[in-house]
């Protein structure tokens, strides 16, 4: 008998959603609000009046109108954007940034969703960053981008 209830604690403990978001991003996005940090970056990110526009605010805004969520903009410098990241006061950050991007090691960056060529003929892999661990939400923002861009 006391096998069986065991078994059942850890079984039950096996029925959790992975990956799992430790603060709870996707839940509190959809229907919600989603806080975008924006940093000029022409033509992926331009700052131009009082909401970003370009190829990654638009992605922003129809994965926010997925989730039924508003966006949020915050715009900044890519350290200032970072640094709100990290204390969790945003949830994606965008502006051109590259798969090399040395902001990785304070947000975690997406899979590519474009590739674009540089001037020496490299492949340059585009991503965004969101919040280090909610990887719940990283997941879903990253299932979008494939659907929309075929990366």
Known sequence: MLVVAVS??????????????????????????????????APWVQLDGDEPVGTEPALVEEFAQRLDA????????EAMLVDAL????????????????????????TRPFAETRASDGSTQRHVML??????????????????????
């Open 70 to 77: 508003e966006v949020s903009w915050t715009t900044g410098s």
């Open 130 to 151: 969101v919040r280090l661990g909610e990887n719940r939400f990283q997941l879903e923002l990253e299932r979008y981008l494939h659907e929309e861009t075929g990366l």
């Open 8 to 41: 059942a604690v850890v079984l039950s403990g096996c029925a959790t959603a992975m990956p799992a978001d430790p603060r709870g991003t996707l839940d509190r996005v959809q229907g919600g609000v989603l806080r975008v940090g924006a940093t000029e970056h």
């Open 86 to 109: 990290e204390r969790g006061e945003l949830d994606v950050v965008i502006g051109g940034f590259l798969e090399s991007t040395p902001w990785s090691e304070r947000g975690a960056a």
